[in-house]
């Protein structure tokens, strides 16, 4: 395994490298952005970006573990894909240059993820109930709903995901693939919460819960003071 390389390496290598240099301008809807920005632990190299998509690709080198990582954002949903991380840039450089086509193609909102199968046969692709709900309550907005759910961490998929951009507030629903169970996670200024009021076994008292309580949920987080 190559030894970590210090920060102030890779922040001087970048933009005379070549891998970066080569990256195509667009790709599915994404516009290639140049890094250079240190936050905190990452250090961006680079990032597609679609903001009325409110998605993004960074590909980052994180002082944490001494890696390259490709990061997809979703709204305010952010996570590695751990797929392709290393600690060598050489086979970083290799395996995006192979992968970026897919890995674009992954990160817009209408691609059917790999888990298709299954979110079908548990009937999350043709749950209907989803549309009957608000686009909008309060400052937050539908951001993402069965038809085209998102994979995310730890075996999870988003199946319903209201956000308030501006504020960095959420209410996400997600279905683990694992448990084989419905749960709900929120975020107050962009800061996750773990909680219970939405948990659910079945498809149908996921429904119920959502249709007694959601309204009233975000309308209270909302006004949360953090």
Same mark, same amino acid.
């Given at each position: ?17 070549? @891998? ?9 809807? @994404? ?48 996570? *590695? ?14 395996? &995006?240059?192979?992968?970026?086509? *897919? ?21 999350? =692709?043709?749950?209907? @109930?989803?549309?009957? =709900? ?9 951001? &993402? ?13 988003? &199946? ?10 959420? =209410? ?18 962009? &800061? ?8 659910? =076994? ?25």
């Amino acid at each position: 395994m190559p030894k970590p390389e210090k920060i102030e390496t890779i922040m001087e290598r970048r933009p005379s490298w070549d @891998f970066l240099q080569n990256l195509p301008e667009e790709m599915f809807g @994404f516009t290639l952005q140049e890094g250079g920005q240190l936050n905190r632990n990452e250090f961006t190299l680079a990032s597609y970006v679609n903001e009325d998509w409110h998605r993004r690709l960074d590909l980052i080198y994180t002082k944490e573990t001494f890696d390259y990582v490709p990061v997809r954002q979703a709204g305010l949903l952010r996570y *590695r894909d751990l797929r392709y991380i290393t600690r060598d840039k050489d086979v970083f450089a290799k395996n &995006i240059t192979q992968v970026l086509p *897919r890995l674009l193609e992954e990160t817009t909102p209408d691609y059917l993820p790999r888990s298709g199968h299954m979110l079908k046969s548990k009937g999350i =692709l043709d749950w209907a @109930f989803p549309d009957t =709900l608000p686009d909008r309550i309060g400052s937050f907005v539908k951001f &993402i709903g069965p038809r085209h759910p998102l994979d995310f961490i730890n075996n999870s998929t988003v &199946i319903l995901d209201y956000v308030d951009f501006a504020c960095g507030n959420e =209410l996400v629903f997600l279905y683990n693939r694992a448990r084989n169970e419905f749960f709900a996670e929120n975020k107050k200024a962009f &800061i996750p919460n773990t909680i219970h009021d939405f948990d659910a =076994l079945k498809l149908e008292t996921l429904e119920n819960l959502i249709r007694e309580k959601l309204e009233t949920y975000l309308l209270a987080l909302e006004n949360k003071k953090t």
